[in-house]
């Protein structure tokens, strides 16, 4: 798990960085909660999707936003941490020029700027958001949203009431070729003290299901 320095848009960013054994393979990129609320890359949710990838054979990152660690630069908003992602993406794949795929995971704050992320890198091919705050900022961006993805809710999130996510799912499975597939995790709240290990199973559940899905419809167009 190396540590990796790489440039931002604010100064220079700090990451852990795993490299995958395997020969192009994909990329993942996971994004952690709200900086002035204590979210780090070693949040706990953040490390287990972190993990959960590296299983699964990507070359995996997770970064500090600007202000938070040893990361340079200080909170911007949401703005600057929107550049701050592009910037790990750009850095992956300098990294891995001949990558089989690229997704990104976010959990909370992170789950909202992996969302702006999907909508600027039409290279990514797949996405997780863990509790995104759909309550405390607007998502109606996802129009229309590239591709169906994979939403993690509690339904005792105290921060994030259930039913504000179900309505943004309900409106992204309205739009045409996109399927999102929603699990509510009984008894979660925000930060889903006791819920690390279902929620790292459902991200490699998902994973796993999307990629043979694409290669059954690759085999089926040969």
């Not at 992602?85 to 976010?106: R, T, Y």
Request: one cysteine or more; proline letters at 6%.
């Amino acid at each position: 798990m190396p540590e990796v320095m790489f440039a931002g848009p604010d100064g220079r960013l700090e990451g852990r960085y795993h490299h995958s054994k395997e020969q192009g393979a994909p990329l993942a990129l996971i994004l952690h909660p709200h900086p002035l609320h204590g979210g780090t890359m070693n949040n706990r949710i953040t490390y287990t999707m972190y993990q959960s990838f590296q299983k699964l054979g990507f070359s995996t990152m997770r970064f500090n936003f600007r202000g938070v660690g040893r990361s340079q630069g200080r909170y911007d908003g949401g703005i600057g941490e929107i550049g701050d992602a592009a910037a790990a993406l750009d850095w992956m794949q300098s990294v891995n020029p001949s990558h089989g795929g690229l997704w990104i995971a976010g959990y909370s704050f992170g789950a909202f700027i992996g969302m702006q992320i999907l909508m600027r890198r039409p290279e990514i091919s797949g996405w997780v958001s863990v509790a995104p705050p759909a309550n405390h900022y607007d998502f109606g961006f996802l129009a229309p949203c590239p591709c169906g993805g994979l939403m993690i809710h509690g339904d005792t999130d105290e921060l994030v009431p259930e039913p504000a996510v179900r309505k943004l799912v309900d409106k992204l499975n309205t739009q045409k070729n996109v399927t999102i597939d929603y699990r509510v995790f009984e008894g979660a709240d925000h930060v889903f003290a006791s819920h690390a290990d279902p929620v790292g199973a459902a991200v490699e559940d998902f994973v796993r299901k999307t990629a043979a899905r694409k290669a059954a419809l690759a085999l089926a167009a040969d």
